[in-house]
């Protein structure tokens, strides 16, 4: 892959991060209140005196907005928005696929074939209808390459796993098929370059710095909203 493709690639992050990561991120932070949260009475003082060291209604506050906002809460809006980066993705590669169940074509940068790639978040994010689903498609995509006298490859037909490299037994059930890709494998298969995947990861996180975006003084803010709460309803 040509590097402008992928400096094209690494804006198309920071863009995807700057319209549909953060203001999502940032809009669940704000609509937080406390009846948003399935408290455990049995262990949120306990949490709040481990943290802070006290049981105030701030350290309460913190206990509770800090692994939603920081956690929680990033990880639904990621899984749920990542077509949209998928798409871009696809449109900068040139590799748009109309073939059901195919999200990207791309000329493997190791092996110089054309690959056949449902691309999916994270290594944790299927399930079992997800596997009949993918397999499905895949066993449709060869019978057609059969049928046309297409020179099609189990190997060329993969799923494309952006981040991580734990993958579920969901996973596993489909590579003793067909190749599943995570994290560096996945991109240096798209790009031909084995850091690239740390480039990216690094750039979403410049997106913050480049816009200003002050998270602790948002987050603070919120905890204080929250401890006045507490306060009023005389704890937790």
């Not at 195919?102 to 399930?127: H, M, S, W």
């Not at 895949?138 to 189990?154: E, P, S, T, V, W």
């Amino acid at each position: 892959m040509e590097e402008s493709q992928k400096l094209a690639i690494l804006e198309s992050g920071k863009n995807f991060f700057r319209t549909a990561i953060i203001p999502n991120h940032i809009n669940n932070l704000m609509k937080l209140e406390l009846k948003n949260f399935n408290v455990n009475p049995f262990l949120i003082n306990y949490l709040a005196a481990f943290l802070c060291g006290d049981t105030t209604p701030e350290s309460l506050a913190k206990a509770l907005v800090y692994p939603r906002v920081l956690g929680t809460s990033l990880n639904t809006t990621f899984g749920m928005q990542t077509q949209i980066f998928i798409s871009e993705l696809s449109q900068i590669t040139g590799g748009a696929s109309g073939i059901d169940g195919i999200d990207i074509e791309f000329v493997d940068a190791l092996d110089g074939r054309r690959k056949y790639c449902q691309c999916k978040a994270g290594p944790q994010t299927i399930n079992n209808d997800d596997v009949t689903t993918i397999l499905g498609h895949f066993k449709k995509l060869m019978g057609k390459a059969r049928i046309d006298h297409l020179k099609l490859n189990f190997d060329d037909l993969i799923v494309g796993v952006l981040y991580g490299d734990k993958l579920s037994s969901n996973y596993k059930i489909i590579a003793s098929t067909y190749p599943v890709y995570a994290g560096v494998d996945f991109w240096e298969h798209l790009t031909g370059d084995r850091n690239f995947y740390y480039r990216l990861s690094k750039v979403f996180g410049e997106v913050v710095e480049e816009d200003n975006i002050d998270g602790s003084k948002l987050i603070l803010d919120k905890v204080k909203e929250l401890a006045e709460e507490i306060q009023e309803k005389g704890g937790l």
